[in-house]
């Protein structure tokens, strides 16, 4: 079984692109959505230990908890001690399934794959990329994004240039969803004569 890592910096349509794969019958681990359920679940009780006070209602508030990681190193890798081997249990759980199921091919949506190091436990990268302005546009649209956010969040990913260089296959979406669709089903392509 091929196992893709799907990555991409914020705002260059990672989602979109991650859905396209979907709807080309490739199972999608999205990591994204695993920390969305863990925040309502596994990780609740040591997050609220770890950072008092971030809980709200029994579940984690993103908003909160981002306030108190994202400008201190040592929370931050506080927070990923605990987030991360959870993370990692659910995609081997995920893959063990894929794998009885026969699957040949799945994908990893992986926004942070370099960052974690989890780039080693994928077979092929692909990074969905697209022009600087168009990123910037598609962030600064979103509901309470300012330029400062996004700067800071930019800073703790690796620059968009180095994921390209390191990619396998890299989807332009600046280029129009077409575009995008035509180099997932190129990339299915060449993968599944390897598989």
């Given at each position: ?8 910096s914020i705002g ?27 925040y309502r679940g ?130 332009d979406t600046g ?21």
């Open positions: 079984m091929i196992r893709i890592g799907l990555t991409g260059m349509g990672k989602s979109t692109t991650a859905q396209m794969f979907r709807e080309l019958g490739i199972a999608v681990l999205d990591s994204d959505q695993i920390v969305h359920d863990l596994a990780a609740v009780a040591p997050i609220e230990l770890a950072f008092p006070g971030v809980v709200v209602d029994g579940v984690v508030d993103r908003g909160k908890l981002a306030q108190r990681v994202l400008a201190d190193a040592e929370a931050l890798k506080r927070l990923e001690a605990i987030v991360h081997p959870l993370v990692w249990a659910a995609r081997d759980a995920f893959l063990r399934e894929q794998e009885q199921q026969g699957a040949k091919i799945v994908v990893y949506d992986v926004p942070l794959l370099f960052e974690t190091g989890a780039e080693t436990s994928v077979d092929v990268i692909v990074v969905v990329s697209a022009p600087e302005d168009v990123q910037k546009a598609r962030v600064l649209a979103r509901p309470g994004m300012t330029e400062e956010k996004f700067a800071a969040i930019l800073a703790k990913q690796v620059p968009d240039s180095e994921k390209r260089a390191r990619a396998d296959f890299v989807v280029a129009g969803i077409d575009a995008a669709r035509a180099d997932v089903a190129a990339i299915l392509r060449a993968l599944d004569e390897k598989a």
